[in-house]
């Protein structure tokens, strides 16, 4: 099993940026697309980001033109740039995926990071 560990949470002010790191366990792993998600309190988790193994992302309105995902696969590392902060960003930020690689072997699996925490104040 790889597990996925989010890094680079915090306590920012509004209008902050901070970059958040999901990294996979195992090295040589790969991944047909990875997500960022989000819960905020008193809220469902909502879908963030989403970027694909040929870097195609997708965003979620309400981040559009402030958030950036993307990835390093020498680090196995998906980060996600959140610029220009609001306090409606204030959630416990999670990584996902449900397909991924290691040495050669496919799974298939719906798998989260352990979530780390961004909060934002005014």
């Known amino acids: 099993q790889v597990q996925l560990v989010e890094s680079g949470g915090g306590l920012v002010q509004t ?3 901070l970059r958040l790191s999901c990294t996979a366990s195992r090295s040589s792993f790969t991944f047909n697309a990875m997500a960022w998600y ?3 309190p008193g809220k469902q988790r909502e879908l963030v980001a989403t970027i694909t193994s ?3 992302t997708v965003y979620a309105d309400s981040v559009k033109g402030r958030f950036t995902i993307s990835n390093n696969n020498a680090k196995n590392t ?9 306090s409606e960003d204030t959630a ?3 990584c ?3 397909r991924w690689a290691v040495g050669g072997i496919t799974y298939r699996s719906n798998n989260w990071g ?4 961004v909060t934002v104040s005014s």
């Open 114 to 117: 352990q979530g780390t925490q």
């Open 96 to 98: 996902f995926t449900d």
């Open 15 to 17: 209008g902050g940026s």
């Open 78 to 86: 998906v980060y996600l740039q959140m610029n220009t902060l609001k």
């Open 92 to 94: 416990v930020y999670y």
């Open 38 to 40: 989000r819960q905020g």
């Open 54 to 56: 040929g870097g195609t």
